[in-house]
């Protein structure tokens, strides 16, 4: 009793003040076409990404240590200086036809693949950087965007939806990775805390973290002297930081909180690139694209609607304001009334 109580009171605290209602056609067009315009200003910060990796070609070719990822196995047999041209060339050239030809999927196939190859190269000299990570699985994801199948009504329709839904998809997976990683924090920080170790959620954490990496990197952060002589600092940071990533998932199934939360996660890793030189640049662009500016946001909300309807505060809602966010909170690519 106790159990189903305790798990009573969790729902209450996560659950979003949300039900279902159909939307009208043209709300449901304009969701599908802001959605084409973020996949083409995707792609084109995609053209952005392969122009800079080609660029730096030449840290390809003078990598000290060569250690191929499995999409790049065949690196050593042509060598670090021509597979980085090959791929380089590759990726910067599927992007600029994905970029002009974004509705044929075997243009954005070819610039997936390339990208995962470029990425995986980049990735192949001993250490492995996730800046690019977010950005490889909605090109992954955005291959299975529909193609215009006809004119008629119920094929226009269909297309919206299949839009929406696999749009849908690319944020889902881009906010579950932040709950995988706020899950293996909390996990570890348990973990270290139960063997009286400093553990993430510990009052000096942070101070330690920003510490250990200026000491490993021997540089210096544009406010980590501010960490170190105010530890307290980082208290209130971590355990925001464990909200943002643990709880991100839930963020898909509540349209109206994606800019909100959008803007926590670039606040993040803004306050990381502050604290610890450590900055996620192209990450923050792609959380900017696909939630900032996310289509399943109503053309009619406000950010208070956006703050009820996060995981915690439900409790904001009068019953008045509770029946708005449910107007508000209702996924547009589900139940269309044309």
Not at 217 to 232: D, F, Q
Request: hydrophobic residues 50%; positive net charge.
């Amino acid at each position: 009793m106790t159990q189903a109580f305790g798990l009573s009171r969790l729902w209450r605290w996560l659950r979003p003040p949300m039900a279902s209602s159909a939307l009208t056609g043209s709300a449901h067009a304009r969701a599908a076409q802001r959605a084409w315009s973020i996949v083409h200003a995707v792609y084109a910060y995609n053209v952005y990404i392969g122009v800079t990796l080609l660029k730096n070609w030449q840290r390809w070719a003078d990598g000290p240590v060569l250690d191929p990822l499995w999409p790049v196995s065949w690196v050593t047999a042509t060598g670090s200086a021509a597979a980085g041209i090959l791929v380089g060339t590759a990726y910067l050239g599927t992007s600029l036809l994905a970029l002009f030809r974004p509705e044929r999927r075997g243009a954005r196939a070819l610039c997936a693949v390339s990208a995962l190859m470029a990425f995986a190269l980049h990735n192949s000299f001993g250490k492995i950087n996730h800046t690019y990570h977010g950005l490889l699985w909605v090109l992954i994801i955005f291959v299975f965007l529909p193609q215009p199948d006809g004119q008629t009504h119920h094929a226009r329709r269909r297309f919206r939806q299949q839009t929406l839904r696999i749009f849908w998809a690319g944020q889902a997976a881009l906010l579950m990775f932040y709950s995988m990683s706020g899950a293996l924090k909390l996990y570890a920080s348990i973990n270290q805390m139960a063997k009286g170790q400093a553990g993430f959620l510990s009052a000096e954490a942070a101070a330690r973290h920003v510490a250990h990496r200026l000491l490993q990197t021997n540089g210096e952060s544009l406010l980590g002297w501010l960490m170190l002589e105010h530890p307290w600092i980082g208290l209130p940071t971590q355990w925001l930081t464990i909200y943002l990533e643990l709880l991100a998932f839930l963020i898909a199934f509540r349209p109206a909180s994606h800019r909100l939360w959008a803007l926590g996660l670039i606040g993040m890793h803004l306050g990381i690139g502050l604290f610890m030189d450590i900055w996620f640049i192209h990450q923050i662009t792609i959380v900017a694209l696909m939630l900032a500016c996310s289509p399943f946001v109503r053309e009619d909300a406000h950010a208070l609607d956006g703050l009820r309807t996060l995981p915690g505060f439900a409790w904001l809602s009068s019953p008045g304001r509770q029946r708005r966010a449910r107007d508000l909170e209702r996924p547009q690519a589900v139940a269309v009334k044309e």
